[in-house]
């Protein structure tokens, strides 16, 4: 019996990638120095650091000993997951020259099929990478009181987390594989579309499909709060309808707040836990400070910053697997040329954490101080702040790398710093 495909030596997939134009990189280059002006002309005056205190006299000794210890854990795991699963996307594109043929005729040749194919195993191949890194993260966790949620609970959550991106995985190789057979030459563009269109819906239908699946919500009880935050929305000029409240402490003793979705869908999401533990005056604070982001269109700018930069991603890809000569890609072929973009787009988003974290900070400084200035009270802030550190045993000052690399916020000790030259004081 003739088994299709099984007698394609690697090299053929190999010589099939030759040719491979510069002027991408020039393009990308062109396009990452846009999205930087802009970002920098958006967001230039919130992106560098304001003066850090000491965490000396605010936290004792014994509470930062332990902290310390807690996410030295939490950092090592972090790092240990992203090499993981960016070498576990590496080594799917270089063994792809053994599984494409396979695929390829598991999928009787059709491109949409075969593409969906590969999404999905490249998700688990991803999820079974980083599980045990996980798992330890969530133990964890559970050693220091900060995770409530039971084991089932969490795998369940990590079983519809992996399906969820199995899905956008199945249509994004889908589109990937047909427009790399069907557009040799222009696929970077057809790529650099469909993933915009994937980063703008996405981040529209979170708050109504994607998020619902890992938590229930339900509107604000508490009628004196609620009133407050309509004066703060005013106070604010923006729209207050939809803040509501979820169930955090079945998973959590760590206290947050979020605003997700834009237009029809947005909305303020408050974490029960942050209402049972933190002072009215406190909470206040977080709400001014969400109701900001919203002020400011982060989420809007955020979903257009991520969707343009696909583009420089897709540019990047498509030089570095290159393209064919002659002729169009076969589905094997394509899904080699598929797989090795994937390896570099994963590349890229590690890459890239620095700049986005930097455009994070950035927006949280800008809601920072419209918060300082809306709730009017800079002592509620800094108590906030400094009862975020102990609640979540956060390190008040983290090293360098940790705050480029994880810092989607200013250190604790930024905005308490902040807080305390709003009241005046040092
Ligand atoms: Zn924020």
Known sequence: ??????????????????????????????????????????????????????????????????????????????????????????????????????????????????????????????????????????????????????????????????????????????????AVIRSPRRWWAWLAGAGATLVVVGSLALPVIIEPLFQRTHPLPDRALAADIRD??????????????????????????????????????????????????????VVAHELAHVKERHVLWGTALSAFAVLPIALIAFGVTGRRREGRDGVDTGLVRVARAAAVVAVCGVVAAPASNLVSRAMEREADATALRVAADPEAAEGLYTRLVTTSLAVPDPPAWVRWWFGTHPSPMERIGQARRAAGGG
């Open 1 to 178: 019996m003739r088994i299709p495909y099984a007698d394609m030596p690697p090299p053929a997939a190999v010589r099939a990638l030759r040719g491979r134009p510069r002027w991408p990189f020039a393009a990308a280059t062109v396009a990452l120095g846009a999205l930087g002006a802009v970002a920098a002309w958006r967001f230039g005056h919130t992106m560098a650091g304001g003066p850090t205190p000491s965490p000396d006299g605010t936290f004792t000794a014994a509470q930062m000993a332990r902290h310390q210890d807690y996410r030295d854990g939490t950092w090592t795991m972090a790092v240990a997951s992203t090499v993981l699963g960016t070498a576990a996307a590496v080594a799917v594109a270089a063994t792809a020259g053994r599984w494409a043929g396979p695929v390829a005729h598991l999928a009787r040749g059709r491109a949409w099929r075969a593409g969906a194919a590969f999404g999905v195993g490249a998700t688990l191949a991803g999820v079974l990478a980083t599980l045990p890194v996980r798992a330890a993260a969530y133990g964890w966790g559970r050693h220091f009181g900060l995770i409530t949620q039971p084991p089932g609970g969490w795998a369940l959550d990590v079983g519809k987390a992996t399906a969820v991106s199995a899905v956008v995985s199945a249509v994004a190789g889908s589109v990937a594989l047909v």
């Open 232 to 285: 703060i929305a005013r106070r604010e000029g923006v729209d207050a309808r939809q803040v509501l409240v979820n169930d955090a402490s079945a998973r959590t003793n760590t206290a947050n707040a979020y605003v997700s979705g834009f237009g029809a869908s947005r909305r303020v999401v408050l974490f029960d836990t942050l209402l049972r533990d933190f002072p009215r005056r406190e909470v206040r604070v």
